[in-house]
């Protein structure tokens, strides 16, 4: 395996960490009254601020192929800064942060199919092999390691609002396989976060217009330093690199690392305990992903 390939591990791992502390960030986010696009437009406000003075001579340089390629890199930037991260956070408004990981563990599957829709790429035995063995880790940690759990699940809008945001996701991993590689991928990310913020901004004013346009307590703040630093700019950028190196398909598997991350959160934060589950998820979850990124000679 090339040292490329270690990378790619690195970055699409982090990018999960990053990510599932996001769900906990938006649950605490409702639960103190920061509206779903008061926290998008100032998680992407501050990430944009603070990506400009490391992209805005690559976007300078590269300004006729964001030109010609205008309307992909408008796309992305509205399934994946307007569309996924909103509707997210709405949906942690009237569901359970379970239920939301629940959603995005079907992710890998969706990615494959959209793959094969739009690229025609072909899936190994391997792969799906590797995608059973990791779902059903995701399942083992989501479920608490009791199948009966799944059958004590209720489920509400903010479940068809996060299945609809994991959709979104999906299209735009599997369309970045069209951005040029050469281009930086920073400037890339500014681009669309730039252009994903036209479309929450209208949707901020609309949602605010009746009370403060402004967060209003310090935990807000936090909310927001978090999900701008480290689940944009650093995930994103990790997962727009890691996606780059091994592609959609083998990518998709570490999206079931964030249930494992999720309950290192809630076992460091609220007092849960580690339990035999949790181990059985990891060794499943691992063996999927290592599984789906054995190569046939």
């Known amino acids: 395996m090339s040292k490329n390939f270690f ?4 970055l699409l791992t982090s990018a999960s960490f990053f990510w599932s502390g996001n769900f906990f960030a938006g649950k605490i986010a409702y639960l103190s009254d920061l509206t779903p696009f008061k926290l998008g437009f100032f998680r992407w406000l501050l990430a944009m601020l603070i990506l400009l003075p490391f992209t805005y001579s690559e976007i300078i340089r590269n300004y006729n192929y964001y030109k010609k390629n205008i309307l992909l890199m408008t796309f992305l930037g509205f399934l994946a800064v307007t569309v996924f991260n909103s509707l997210t956070y709405i949906s942690l408004q009237t569901t359970l942060i379970i239920n939301s990981t629940l959603m995005a563990s079907i992710a890998p599957v969706l990615m494959i199919g959209f793959s094969w829709l739009i690229f025609k790429t072909k899936t190994t035995t ?3 092999a590797g995608i059973f063995l990791s779902l059903l880790g995701a399942f083992s940690i989501i479920l608490k390691g009791n199948i009966n759990n799944l059958f004590n699940l209720y489920f509400t809008s903010g479940d068809v609002w996060m299945f609809t945001a994991v959709v979104s996701w999906c299209l735009y991993s599997v369309l970045l396989k069209k951005i040029d590689n050469s281009i930086s991928q920073l400037a890339s990310l500014q681009v669309m976060v730039i252009l994903g913020l036209l479309f929450i901004f209208p949707l901020y004013i609309i949602e605010n ?14 909310i927001i330093i978090y999900v701008a630093i480290f689940a944009s700019i650093i995930a994103f950028f990790s997962w727009n690199k890691g996606v780059s190196i091994i592609g959609p398909n083998r990518s998709s598997l570490f999206l079931h690392l964030i249930p494992v991350f ?3 959160w809630a076992v460091s934060f609220l007092n849960e305990n580690f339990s035999f589950f949790h181990f059985i998820g990891i060794i499943f979850i691992l063996s999927g992903i290592i599984l789906s990124n054995i190569k046939k000679t």
């Open 7 to 10: 990378l790619a591990v690195f």
């Open 126 to 128: 391997l792969q799906f």
């Open 209 to 222: 217009y009746n009370t403060s346009f402004l967060p209003t307590q310090k935990i807000d703040f936090v």
């Open 262 to 264: 999720s309950s290192i």
